[in-house]
């Protein structure tokens, strides 16, 4: 039968396990975001391979079952993956009644010399933070210098993520608005936040919120448009992050094509991100997409050419981002001693 054993320094596992909560022992939003733009950079330069998404819807629990795979290399004229693997990403909306949370996700690192799996990761924590961080990145590179107002739309962990995010990545934020369909849930969120930073002001709808913002933020699971064409001002940047499934939508199919959109692959935004609809609508064709970000981080491909352009990141979420992530955990992991294995 196989043994669990606590990790040691010296030990040479060929399996460790980490919690969530051990994830979150070893990982914040600062050390997020530079690995998260670092993996964008290294797509840009052709050093990752992204796998096609494997989804399986569940009626039973009204939910779903994602697959997001790939590979990094270290180096152009390297062969072998530095890091391997892939996350198991579900949602059962029913869970929550149950006490239990209604995403859950799990990474598994592979080890590129045996094959063998090398570890198994809660992931819902790195799940959240590379969503964010991925978000602040773009605004980094798509938004106008020296934001001062941000929007956010929806009122979840991932609002909260994407608000530390980008407070961390842009000081000058000064000026925050929320919008959510509960409203008294945004008045909780707005409390909870206060004196963390700039105080919160939630708008009674989402046009309020988002018409004087710099950034704008969409992190909710609509599957209908939130945010209309007209009510954005010229230079903004609106970071989508909501749409990563067939049928989603928070940004309506017009505001999307009066935007220069940029996304993080285009492969998955044309069925899972916010350039499904203008799609499946005849609409445009993927030539709409201006560029990645891997593209634009990389130098390949410009990002925002005026200050009146009105910029759209399309995240579906990427695997790159959950592995670069889950690696940089894995190491801190063996030199905190911290995690379990099993010898096999």
């Not at 054993?5 to 969530?20: I, K, N, R």
């Not at 330069?45 to 399986?56: A, C, D, H, N, Q």
């Not at 080890?111 to 924590?125: K, P, Q, R, Y």
Request: hydrophobic residues 40%; aromatic residues 6%.
């Amino acid at each position: 039968m196989p043994r669990f054993t606590t990790l040691s320094a010296e030990s040479s596992p060929q399996l460790l396990f980490l919690s969530e909560a051990q994830v979150a022992e070893l990982i914040t939003i600062h050390q997020v975001m530079p690995l998260v733009e670092e993996a964008f950079i290294a797509d840009g330069k052709s050093l990752i391979e992204t796998f096609p998404v494997i989804s399986y819807g569940i009626p039973s629990a009204s939910g779903g079952w994602v697959i997001k795979s790939g590979a990094i290399r270290a180096t152009e004229n390297s062969t072998k993956p530095m890091v391997l693997g892939l996350k198991v990403g579900a949602y059962w909306a029913h869970n929550e009644a149950s006490g239990l949370q209604n995403h859950n996700a799990t990474i598994m690192l592979v080890d590129a010399d045996t094959g063998l799996v090398s570890t198994i990761l809660g992931a819902n924590v790195i799940t959240s933070l590379r969503t964010a961080a991925a978000g602040a990145v773009s605004s980094k590179w798509l938004a106008k210098p020296n934001p001062k107002r941000i929007a956010i739309i929806g009122a979840g962990d991932q609002a909260r993520a994407q608000l530390e995010a980008h407070l961390c990545m842009f000081p000058s934020l000064t000026e925050l608005t929320m919008w959510n369909r509960n409203e008294s849930r945004a008045i909780r969120f707005a409390a909870d936040w206060a004196g963390q930073g700039p105080g919160i002001h939630v708008s009674p709808t989402v046009e309020d919120a988002v018409k004087m913002a710099d950034i704008i933020v969409t992190s909710t699971p609509s599957k209908r448009a939130l945010v209309f064409n007209g009510w954005i001002k010229p230079g903004a940047h609106i970071c989508a992050v909501g749409s990563d499934a067939p049928g989603k939508q928070e940004i309506e199919t017009r505001l999307v094509m009066e935007c220069s959109v940029f996304v993080d692959k285009r492969s998955q935004t044309a069925t899972i991100g916010e350039m499904q609809h203008p799609l499946q609508e005849g609409l445009a064709t993927m030539d709409h997409v201006k560029a990645e970000l891997s593209e634009v981080c990389a130098g390949a491909r410009p990002g925002r050419q005026s200050d009146n352009e009105i910029t759209l990141f399309d995240s579906s979420g990427v695997s790159f981002q959950d592995l670069i992530v889950a690696e940089h955990v894995r190491k801190q992991a063996i030199v905190h001693s911290l995690g379990s294995t099993l010898n096999r």
